[in-house]
Antibody, heavy 121, light 107 residues
Framework: EVQLLESGGGLVQPGGSLRLSCAAS????????MTWVRQAPGKGLEWVSGINNNGDTTYYAAFVKGRLTISRDNRKNTLYLQMDNVRAEDTAVYYC??????????????WGQGTLVTVSS | DIQMTQSPASLSASVGDRVTIICRASQSINTYLNWFQQRPGKAPRLLIY???TLQSGVPSRFSGSGSGTDFSLTISSLQAEDFATYYC?????????FGQGTRLEIK
């Protein structure tokens, strides 16, 4: 059974940093692209970033502007999102999701339960 | 970025009804269109990928169609568990975008 477990969320001050993790199990992690999607309270889904299966190609939404960095460790079956210089508008539940394919982003067929990031002073 | 526009924004229907949700892309995306269901407090669930392919485990009352810029998701006979919010998403470009969502409510 595919399982994705996010961690690392919490309360952070504006301008601060946070690293989210997503521990994967139940499938060959290194074979699949992965992505982060966020959802602000009461709002819709917003794609944040994605990474191909071997980690050498990354993709970012325009609003990221160098503040967020996606990475993966295929030896540890873990996906990461480094969040720097966070802003109030980054407050959201952050989901990691597995893609159906490996080399590019296509369709997210399994999702974690999400981790809440709150940016506030 | 490719803009995805869903209609209606919300919809009231009854168990057993047939409902259709529309998704329009700001430019042609071939069939790189996926549909997700999200129940309150839960993670999204992939229903349809490639515009019309049913994801494994999804009931056959869900169907998708379309290509180019115009797409639709149809639920043939609503069940109680189908009342949720539905999102379309394009993957034609690596700048992934979602529609704003359609909230399906019980009449």
């Amino acid at each position: 059974e595919v399982q994705l477990l996010e961690s690392g969320g919490g309360l952070v001050q504006p301008g601060g940093s946070l690293r989210l993790s997503c521990a994967a199990s139940g499938f060959p992690f290194g074979n699949y692209a992965m992505t982060w999607v966020r959802q602000a309270p009461g709002k819709g889904l917003e794609w944040v970033s994605g990474i191909n299966n071997n980690g050498d190609t990354t993709y970012y939404a325009a609003f990221v502007k160098g503040r967020l960095t996606i990475s993966r460790d295929n030896r540890k079956n873990t996906l990461y999102l480094q969040m720097d210089n966070v802003r109030a508008e980054d407050t959201a539940v952050y989901y990691c999701a597995k893609d159906r394919y490996g080399s590019a982003l296509y369709a997210f067929d399994h999702w974690g339960q999400g981790t809440l990031v709150t940016v506030s002073s | 970025d490719i803009q995805m526009t869903q209609s209606p924004a919300s919809l009231s229907a009854s168990v057993g009804d047939r409902v259709t949700i529309i998704c329009r892309a700001s430019q042609s995306i071939n069939t790189y269109l996926n549909w997700f269901q999200q129940r309150p407090g839960k993670a999204p669930r992939l229903l349809i990928y490639g515009a019309s392919t049913l994801q494994s485990g999804v009931p056959s009352r869900f169907s998708g169609s379309g290509s180019g810029t115009d797409f639709s998701l149809t639920i043939s006979s609503l069940q109680a568990e189908d009342f949720a919010t539905y999102y379309c998403q394009q993957s034609y470009t690596s700048l992934i975008t979602f529609g704003q969502g359609t909230r399906l409510e019980i009449k």
